[in-house]
């Protein structure tokens, strides 16, 4: 009965709604003026093993995230590619005494859960708890971090999923693209090395992981960030008596990238494939540096409105979804635009991108794509600095780089500050596309001769 009268209710609004005689649509108000952002304050202090503190009140809940950001990863394994993950992996099996599940429920008794990721330049551990047991969280980081247990048939279980996660890399397309993308950009550098092989993986004894972590893992390469509403002196305290004993261990690993080698297109054969995984792309400078080329990226493919989408998406179906994405590291950057492409039209859209990529170098964008970007783009940096793991988190990635923590009031102003001349500016600048490398994952057979026709990369193709 229920069902039938609410059937009835919606056909009534329907009627209704479409006897209603149509309106004309009103023009939106324009948009406010963006806000400045403001950092919390900070308090930062140095233990005296060198590891640092970054204190920050923020937000109105009683919870505290704690961060710790460690420089090492992957740009420690040398030859040994995810000696890194494969360390990190066995840490959170088991820390001082306590096994992996027995961490979890005192992190869920606390109001959280603790986790480790390992990344290129650095590896992070979280917890998110309540205030009143932050000084415990600290404890339980400072186990994590400094007296893993390195059971071996914790190694064992570790290394069966990453096998199993390396299989599946292996075979997918857009795995395949990213090695190769990421070889060509960093030849020889741990920036580079993608993916072990499977025999490299099962080669790693729990020794190699033990002196993987006494030598990458301390304070003087530590950094612990501790956002939210707490009690400053408790915190310190805790901090002091949980880390304070920790060695200080080795400087950061500095390794440059090599020089960029020259452009090259690089074609994988996936025999039958209905459509071809492509990345174009090269190294650029540091976005952080050069904010305008953050924003002529987002216009030309960072956004779901950007040039490139609009054109091999919306406008002649090439692709589902392209995308343009800036990758920032310690020793260099680069810009990518992946798509996943309908094999037949992979040599057209490849000539698309092209042409939007020349397009923005020849001619300065509209006032409402410009405004629209900086709006964009500022309202994303506020939204992801209104938590606390999101301010922790930023605050973690620009020390990890260099920029430091001012980038973050100057990044609205500065976003504020960009002209149409700015976004074709930088895009001559870093965005050649003679020194674009080219990654072609898909069938060969139909795609290949596509190809020739792009002139961008016709004289590149391998023999």
């Given at each position: 009965?229920?069902?039938?009268?609410?059937?009835?209710?919606?056909?009534?609004?329907?009627?209704?709604?479409?006897?209603?005689?149509?309106?004309?649509?009103?023009?939106?108000?324009?948009?406010?003026?963006?806000?400045?952002f403001t950092l919390p304050q900070l308090t930062d202090f140095t233990l005296p093993n060198g590891m640092k503190v970054t204190l920050a009140q923020h937000g109105n809940v009683p919870k505290?995230?704690?961060?710790?950001?460690?420089?090492?990863?992957?740009?420690?394994?040398?030859?040994?590619?995810?000696?890194?993950?494969?360390?990190?992996?066995?840490?959170?099996?088991?820390?001082?005494?306590?096994?992996?599940?027995?961490?979890?429920?005192?992190?869920?008794?606390?109001?959280?859960?603790?986790?480790?990721?390992?990344?290129?330049?650095?590896?992070?551990?979280?917890?998110?708890?309540?205030?009143?047991?932050?000084?415990?969280?600290?404890?339980?980081?400072?186990?994590?971090?400094?007296?893993?247990?390195?059971?071996?048939?914790?190694?064992?279980?570790?290394?069966?999923?990453?096998?199993?996660?390396?299989?599946?890399?292996?075979?997918?397309?857009?795995?395949?693209?990213?090695?190769?993308?990421?070889?060509?950009?960093?030849?020889?550098?741990?920036?580079?090395?993608?993916?072990?092989?499977?025999?490299?993986?099962?080669?790693?004894?729990?020794?190699?992981?033990?002196?993987?972590?006494?030598?990458?893992?301390?304070?003087?390469?530590?950094?612990?960030?501790?956002?939210?509403?707490?009690?400053?002196?408790?915190?310190?305290?805790?901090?002091?008596?949980?880390?304070?004993?920790?060695?200080?261990?080795?400087?950061?690993?500095q390794l440059p990238a090599p020089a960029a080698p020259p452009a090259k297109v690089t074609l994988i054969d996936r025999t039958g494939a209905p459509q071809s995984v492509v990345l174009i792309?090269?190294?650029?400078?540091?976005?952080?540096?050069?904010?305008?080329?953050?924003?002529?990226?987002?216009?030309?493919?960072?956004?779901?409105?950007?040039?490139?989408?609009?054109?091999?998406?919306?406008?002649?179906?090439?692709?589902?979804?392209?995308?343009?994405?800036?990758?920032?590291?310690?020793?260099?950057?680069?810009?990518?635009?992946?798509?996943?492409?309908?094999?037949?039209?992979?040599?057209?859209?490849?000539?698309?991108?092209?042409?939007?990529?020349?397009?923005?170098?020849?001619?300065?964008?509209?006032?409402?794509?410009?405004?629209?970007?900086?709006?964009?783009?500022?309202?994303?940096?506020?939204?992801?600095?209104?938590?606390?793991?999101?301010?922790?988190?930023?605050?973690?990635?620009?020390?990890?780089?260099?920029?430091?923590?001012?980038?973050?009031?100057?990044?609205?102003?500065?976003?504020?500050?960009?002209?149409?001349?700015?976004?074709?500016?930088?895009?001559?600048?870093?965005?050649?596309?003679?020194?674009?490398?080219?990654?072609?994952?898909?069938?060969?057979?139909?795609?290949?001769?596509?190809?020739?026709?792009?002139?961008?990369?016709?004289?590149?193709?391998?023999?």
């Open positions: 009965m229920k069902t039938m009268l609410k059937l009835a209710a919606t056909t009534m609004l329907a009627t209704l709604a479409l006897a209603a005689p149509a309106q004309a649509k009103e023009t939106p108000p324009p948009a406010a003026a963006p806000k400045p505290v995230t704690i961060l710790a950001t460690i420089r090492t990863g992957n740009i420690d394994d040398g030859g040994n590619v995810w000696l890194a993950d494969l360390t990190g992996g066995v840490m959170q099996k088991g820390a001082g005494g306590k096994d992996a599940s027995q961490l979890a429920e005192l992190a869920a008794g606390m109001g959280g859960s603790l986790s480790l990721s390992t990344g290129v330049d650095s590896s992070s551990a979280v917890i998110d708890v309540l205030a009143d047991s932050a000084p415990a969280a600290i404890g339980l980081l400072a186990d994590l971090l400094q007296r893993p247990d390195f059971k071996p048939e914790e190694l064992e279980k570790v290394r069966a999923d990453m096998l199993r996660n390396l299989a599946i890399a292996r075979s997918t397309p857009g795995s395949q693209a990213a090695e190769a993308f990421a070889a060509a950009l960093y030849p020889g550098h741990p920036y580079g090395m993608v993916f072990p092989t499977a025999a490299q993986l099962q080669g790693y004894t729990l020794d190699e992981v033990k002196a993987f972590h006494a030598a990458n893992f301390g304070a003087a390469r530590s950094h612990l960030y501790v956002v939210g509403r707490f009690d400053q002196a408790t915190m310190r305290v805790a901090i002091e008596k949980a880390f304070g004993g920790w060695a200080a261990g080795n400087a950061p690993t792309g090269r190294p650029v400078a540091k976005p952080g540096e050069a904010i305008d080329i953050k924003a002529s990226s987002t216009l030309l493919g960072g956004y779901f409105s950007s040039r490139i989408t609009r054109n091999i998406r919306e406008d002649k179906g090439y692709t589902y979804s392209p995308r343009a994405s800036l990758s920032e590291q310690v020793q260099g950057a680069s810009w990518t635009e992946e798509a996943a492409i309908t094999s037949e039209a992979t040599g057209p859209a490849i000539t698309e991108i092209f042409k939007e990529i020349r397009r923005m170098q020849d001619s300065q964008p509209t006032p409402a794509e410009v405004q629209g970007i900086k709006n964009y783009m500022n309202g994303n940096f506020v939204l992801g600095l209104s938590s606390r793991n999101g301010l922790a988190g930023s605050l973690a990635s620009l020390d990890v780089l260099g920029l430091g923590a001012n980038y973050l009031n100057t990044y609205v102003g500065k976003v504020s500050a960009l002209t149409a001349a700015d976004f074709e500016a930088a895009a001559k600048r870093e965005l050649g596309v003679d020194g674009m490398n080219v990654v072609i994952v898909g069938p060969l057979d139909s795609v290949r001769p596509q190809l020739a026709t792009v002139p961008e990369i016709a004289a590149k193709l391998p023999k």
